[in-house]
């Protein structure tokens, strides 16, 4: 597998463990949608992606291990969302904005399953999508 890349003429790089690589791609990418795109843009992040991922999407919970030789190394046992890792924390109704309580997000999490948000996903990135593609929508 190791020799694939060479014949691809594809440089293997490895980056450093705890530290993140990806900011080259980031800021390659800053500026990459007009600002004629941005609201519509942004109104898709606000309505659909940012619910589908803090209340539906459950990520990996890392832990970390240390051997006895010292070495650390990443396990995730467990998986959840981030609205129910709030839930949990003990000064989670701390972090919130003054005036939003974690039972009125409780009951906006409640408002669609994670399988109907998941369903609703693709036709919601299709109307910002056929916009930045020139087209009309629907």
Same mark, same amino acid.
């Given at each position: ?6 014949? /691809?003429?594809?440089?293997?790089? %490895?980056?450093?463990? !705890? ?26 992040? %606000? ?9 539906? $999407? ?13 070495? $650390?190394? $990443?396990?995730?046992? %467990? ?6 890792? /709030?839930?949990? !924390? ?6 919130? $904005? ?27 990135? %299709?109307?910002? /999508? ?9």
């Amino acid at each position: 597998m190791a020799q694939l890349p060479g014949k /691809l003429l594809i440089e293997q790089t %490895r980056s450093r463990p !705890s530290h993140s690589g990806g900011n080259g791609l980031v800021e390659a990418k800053n500026g990459a949608i007009s600002a004629q795109h941005a609201q519509s843009m942004h109104q898709f992040y %606000r309505e659909h992606l940012h619910p589908y991922v803090n209340f539906h $999407r459950p990520c990996a919970v890392p832990k970390v291990v240390t051997a006895a030789n010292g070495k $650390r190394r $990443r396990i995730y046992p %467990r998986w959840a969302t981030p609205f129910e890792l /709030l839930q949990e !924390s003990p000064d989670g109704e701390t972090c919130l $904005r003054p005036g939003i309580t974690l039972a009125e997000l409780q009951h906006y999490a409640n408002t669609q399953s994670g399988a109907e948000a998941a369903l609703a996903m693709p036709q919601a990135k %299709r109307k910002p /999508l056929h916009r930045l593609k020139g087209k009309q929508t629907a």
